[in-house]
């Protein structure tokens, strides 16, 4: 058992799955990979959890999964090639990938879902309390959800997942909390969870995004947690459990995240990622905010 004081110093990152939805694109390039401006979408995740103190990172990986660890490794000859160039600022970006963080791997082998993912970790997290990251949402790094989620963790022991609300109609997308308020506005007591209900099943319209930071007891769910949605191993049925048994390594909190969201996972919102990232960038903004508004008022034209 953790203190609820203990400082978090790990984080876990799944990157096991298919990425069918990009599919052909994704046939030999794992989706983790896919540009977002000019930097892939699982760096922008590894950022975020150093700039919330986390510097032991932890990916779960899965066959076709080499580039991922060859983005964060170095690469002498490319280093080279662009020392002898005097090339200062491309050299500097390619060595920030890999100073970033302590990087380590390990294979969930067959793909049965996130919590078995989760479950993977559990030799390299051993008994202090983690946090887990999913590649699919990237959060604005204006917007520190993660470093809220692990004072509340701090404070109240536990558990604590990210929330956010969406249209009713979007629910069943997403895994659905049922939730008490708390004296924090932006802070909620979970007393159940399901996984991408129907909508009117639904327990309410907050919708589990992609953050968490659990107490290891999780593992000991996941170990019993038979398969559940779509015949995996859902970590939203293990912290069902523990919403519904705190001495079995409860309570569960979740953290409402009402700031700047980019969701990878799907082709649309990826594409409106990268829109709204290049328009924020100091280097391209002004020149492809001038672009993108001709190119609207040509398509608005009659």
Not at 52 to 59: E, P, R, S, T, Y
Not at 231 to 256: F, K, M, S, W, Y
Request: with cysteine; net charge negative.
């Amino acid at each position: 058992m953790t203190s609820a004081h203990s400082r978090i110093t790990k984080v876990v990152i799944p990157a096991a799955g298919l990425g069918t939805r990009f599919l052909p694109a994704t046939k030999a390039t794992p989706k983790e990979m896919l540009p977002v401006v000019d930097k892939p979408a699982i760096q922008y995740v590894v950022e975020e959890a150093v700039s919330a103190g986390l510097n032991d990172v932890l990916m779960v990986t899965g066959r076709n999964k080499r580039p991922v660890e060859d983005h964060f490794d170095r690469n002498y000859e490319l280093e080279e090639a662009l020392r002898r160039k005097g090339d200062g600022d491309r050299l500097a970006s390619v060595q920030e990938s890999s100073d970033l963080a302590d990087i380590h791997y390990v294979r969930q082998g067959d793909p049965k879902g996130l919590g078995h993912a989760v479950l993977c970790a559990a030799p390299h997290v051993g008994q202090e309390a983690f946090a887990v990251l999913l590649g699919d949402d990237l959060i604005d790094p204006r917007d520190p959800l993660l470093a809220r989620m692990i004072e509340v963790q701090a404070r109240e022991g536990g558990s604590v997942v990210a929330l956010m609300e969406v249209p009713p109609e979007q629910i069943h997308l997403y895994g659905s909390a049922a939730v008490e308020t708390t004296e924090d506005d932006d802070v909620v007591r979970i007393t159940g969870l399901v996984e991408k209900p129907n909508p009117a099943d639904a327990p309410s319209n907050y919708a589990i995004i992609g953050r968490y930071v659990l107490d290891p007891r999780i593992f000991d769910i996941l170990r019993k947690t038979e398969p559940g949605r779509g015949g995996e191993i859902q970590l939203t049925d293990a912290l069902q459990h523990l919403a519904e048994d705190e001495n079995a390594g409860g309570p569960v909190h979740g953290v409402v995240f009402r700031g700047r969201r980019y969701d990878t996972g799907d082709r649309g919102d990826y594409l409106r990622a990268i829109v709204r990232l290049a328009c924020e960038r100091e280097d391209l903004g002004p020149d492809f905010r001038a672009w993108l508004r001709s190119y609207v008022d040509e398509e608005m034209q009659p």
